[in-house]
T-cell receptor, first 113, second 112 residues
Framework: GESVGLHLPTLSVQEGDNSIINCAYSNSASDYFIWYKQESGKGPQFIID?????DKRQGQRVTVLLNKTVKHLSLQIAATQPGDSAVYFC????????????FGRGTSLIVHP | KAGVTQTPRYLIKTRGQQVTLSCSPI?????VSWYQQTPGQGLQFLFE???????NKGNFPGRFSGRQFSNSRSEMNVSTLELGDSALYLCASSLDGRETQYFGPGTRLLVL
């Protein structure tokens, strides 16, 4: 979910568990959504995207689910590994217009070996 | 294909000074966007350049400016630095600004 103030929501999981990171987006007109992963000291890295004509999209070990009714996005990571530890951001945008995505505050994922 | 590169990676400046940051996009990408990332505000859009023109602008004061060169490389400038300008400045490129953006490693600016 989204954070308030300086503290990011944190999800702690054990290695091998499945992780689910949630994001609520704000603009009902948004039709393109992206998940990014940001490791300490690095820029955000693209993970997976989804357009509003889909409600589910799968990548390698990751699945994104989109619920337009409640404006909710989730990222599922299967068999979470220590290397998955990072901050995960969702971004929303309106395709067909200029690319000014709105980013969520992020969720910190901590994977314990 | 090389990723987005940003220079310098780290900078320390004092209040009142100005700073110029540089970004080289992925080859073939014509859109370059700049973001400011702070713990308190998260990732905030500064501006986007496409074909040497500023196409979109976020809600930042005029002290923040940028430009793009014919080879798509971009620079951003912050004048009259304030303590609150301390942040990670990220550059992202995409083919035409309507596709997925790819981020550089960022320039960490500390204003003393």
């Amino acid at each position: 979910g989204e954070s308030v103030g300086l503290h990011l929501p944190t999800l702690s999981v054990q290695e091998g568990d499945n992780s689910i990171i949630n994001c609520a987006y704000s603009n009902s007109a948004s039709d393109y959504f992206i998940w990014y992963k940001q490791e300490s000291g690095k820029g955000p890295q693209f993970i997976i995207d989804i357009r509003s004509n889909m409600d589910k999209r799968q990548g390698q070990r990751v699945t994104v689910l989109l619920n337009k009714t409640v404006k909710h996005l989730s990222l599922q990571i299967a068999a979470t590994q220590p290397g998955d530890s990072a901050v995960y951001f969702c971004a929303e945008n309106i395709s067909g217009g200029s690319y000014i995505p709105t980013f969520g505050r992020g969720t910190s994922l901590i994977v314990h070996p | 294909k090389a990723g987005v590169t940003q220079t310098p990676r780290y900078l320390i400046k004092t209040r009142g000074q100005q700073v110029t940051l540089s970004c080289s996009p992925i080859s073939g990408h014509r859109s370059v966007s700049w973001y400011q990332q702070t713990p308190g505000q998260g990732l905030q859009f500064l501006f986007e350049y496409f074909s040497e023109t500023q196409r979109n602008k976020g809600n930042f004061p005029g002290r923040f400016s940028g430009r793009q060169f014919s080879n798509s490389r971009s620079e951003m400038n912050v004048s009259t630095l304030e303590l609150g300008d301390s942040a990670l400045y990220l550059c992202a490129s995409s083919l035409d600004g309507r596709e997925t953006q790819y981020f550089g490693p960022g320039t960490r600016l500390l204003v003393l």
